[in-house]
Nanobody, 115 residues
Framework: QVRLVESGGGLVQAGGSLRLSCSTSGSIFITNAVYWYRQAPGKQREEVAVITNGDSTNYASSVKGRFTISRDNANNTVYLQMDTLKAEDTGVYYC?????????WGQGTQVIVSS
């Protein structure tokens, strides 16, 4: 069974940085796009960034220029570098992969940005 495991969340002051990691044990990242989503308290889950298997990237307008998604295929890991964090970036961050057969979500990692 394929699992995604996020890490790197925590408490940071506004203006600071965090790097989230999403790791898996297999090669699913090589053949599929990998997404980062987040869910703020009381809000719907929203897409933050995506990296395709061809290394194309796309970002939500709210994070463009501040967040960077990247991948390390050798280590089966996708990163989300988050800089110039704002209080509104607070939430639980999830990585996800969507295949034809199934959707896979990680358990999430909490990010709290204090203002």
């Amino acid at each position: 069974q394929v699992r995604l495991v996020e890490s790197g969340g925590g408490l940071v002051q506004a203006g600071g940085s965090l790097r989230l990691s999403c790791s898996t044990s297999g090669s699913i990242f090589i053949t599929n796009a990998v997404y980062w989503y987040r869910q703020a308290p009381g809000k719907q889950r929203e897409e933050v960034a995506v990296i395709t298997n061809g290394d194309s990237t796309n970002y939500a307008s709210s994070v463009k220029g501040r967040f960077t998604i990247s991948r390390d295929n050798a280590n089966n890991t996708v990163y989300l570098q988050m800089d110039t964090l704002k209080a509104e970036d607070t939430g639980v961050y999830y990585c996800a992969v969507f295949t034809r057969a199934y959707d896979i979500w990680g358990q999430g990692t909490q990010v709290i940005v204090s203002s």
